[in-house]
């Protein structure tokens, strides 16, 4: 816009008129600047290799271009970026002091930019890079490391070898995923190493390769490595030990862990009734102490699989009000739910009312009944065979003294009485909100108090995958190619990072 100036503002300036640009500039200023503080575009352009001809943006400075406008339009979407960079030509090329032309972020130079990004070589090495800088300048601890997976759904067609495939998802099991492994420095969250792998594969064999990453690129022992039932898996814990670090996870109620928690629990419900269970508290925002689990522990042996590792690991057996009061919960739901359906399975008489004259048949419908909602042995059931009999003529015709009559009989079941087993229920709610930890670290390393409540920040790695699907929305995903589909995700958790 042309605007005319007032005489002594032309004496000042020297000219009569002057040119006024208006963009909206929104946050990018803000995310430049701390992609540029990140050390960002150096890093991305020590790494990835330039083409002696390429002309333009360098591929660090093209990055944080396209990250700047992802996590302020929420859009991945390579065809947007270019109409973007037209509109915020001036802003942007004074805020990164590089001269920009709309082909710079063309639709074919950031597929290029996928492309690099997606070679482990280049990925790795990146990622080490931001991660020492990170830890240096913020003087980050480095203690602890939780890992975990999450899964992203598209609209992808399934091939072989591609990395959209079906498999176990919490979000679409509908539609075709990828697996996103991720390791992250605890409290602040801030990814370490992350790790694209086809949507079908499980989550107990993506521990390794990201703890050993990991490992290398912080070049320390006596990690903490946290986790979830997965990662606790038998060569994952003695890796662990083998190479001087610590591990905490829960145990999965599978195979000899299912036939030990049962003794484990009967335990703690002893040493509970005698007020000797280890209470693990903590303050609320409110300023008050709560309770938040007790439990005991215990040692045992265990033996790596190939058999040339042997320690000690202590098993955490620990109870949480809370979960037992959700167990109780569900229980009260599927108790009331039962016995609506129970009562319903004898209605009164009536048109249309469907009755059950086997006594066969009413037992079948009970048992089924109960397995639905599991609550077998809970609820006992009680029933009474009712019978009406009425007369009627033999033939057609009028009704006589001396004509012949025969009785017809009805056969109906009838639920008289539904109870609650209140013995069984209430020895069942002593074993609720029962779980197992273990650890190699000892006493002096990590209390129970301090495993529990370490673990109970699980959520801290969780906030990371929120942000990746709602703040840069990597689902769903616009792209195809899998090098493509695995570079916009290592991309995208730089922009969590940010």
Known sequence: ??????????????????????????????????????GLPEVLDRHIPHHWRQRGLSWGWTAVIW???????????????????????????????????????????????????????????IERDLNARSIEVHALPQDVIRCDATTVSGAHEVTDGGLLQFGHSKDDPLRPQIKVMMGALDPLGMPLATDVLSGERADDGLYLPIIERIRRGLHKTGLLFVGDCK??????????????????????????????????????????EAGSLELVVRTND???????????????TCCAPDGDLVWRERVLVVRSPMHAAQQAAGLETRLRHAETKLA??????????????????????IGRVLTEHRVEGLLSVAWEKQVEQTTQYVGRGRGSVHREKRVMQQTRYHITHITRQADTIAALSQRWGWKAFVTNAGQKRLSLQEAVLCYRHEYR???????????????????????????LTYLLTLGVRV
């Open 231 to 272: 990662m606790s898996a038998l060569e994952t814990r003695a890796y662990l030990v083998r190479h001087q670090d610590w591990y905490l996870s829960p145990l999965p109620l599978t195979g000899a862990t299912a036939a030990a928690m049962d003794a484990w629990i009967s335990e703690g419900v002893t040493q509970g």
């Open 67 to 125: 990250l700047a406008y992802i996590v302020t339009e929420g859009d991945h979407r390579k065809v947007s970026v270019e109409t973007y960079l037209k509109s915020m030509h001036h802003t942007l090329s004074a805020l990164t002091a590089q001269i920009i032309e709309p082909l710079d972020c063309s639709d074919d130079r950031l597929s290029h930019l996928l492309q690099h990004v997606s070679k482990a070589a280049y990925w790795h090495q």
């Open 286 to 300: 409110r300023g008050h102490e709560v309770l938040v689990a007790e439990g005991y522990e215990l040692e045992r």
């Open 461 to 487: 790695v969780e906030r990371i995958f929120n942000r990746l699907k709602s703040r840069v929305q990597i689902a769903p995903l616009f792209v195809k190619r899998n090098e493509h589909i695995e570079g």
């Open 344 to 365: 319903a399975l004898t209605p009164p008489r009536g048109r249309g009312k469907r009755q059950i004259t086997d006594a066969a048949t009413l037992v079948e419908a």
């Open 1 to 38: 816009m042309r605007v005319q100036l007032a005489q002594q503002a032309q004496e000042i300036l020297g000219q009569s008129d002057v040119v006024i640009i208006t963009e909206r500039v929104d946050d990018v200023a803000l995310l430049i600047g701390q992609m540029v503080k990140m």
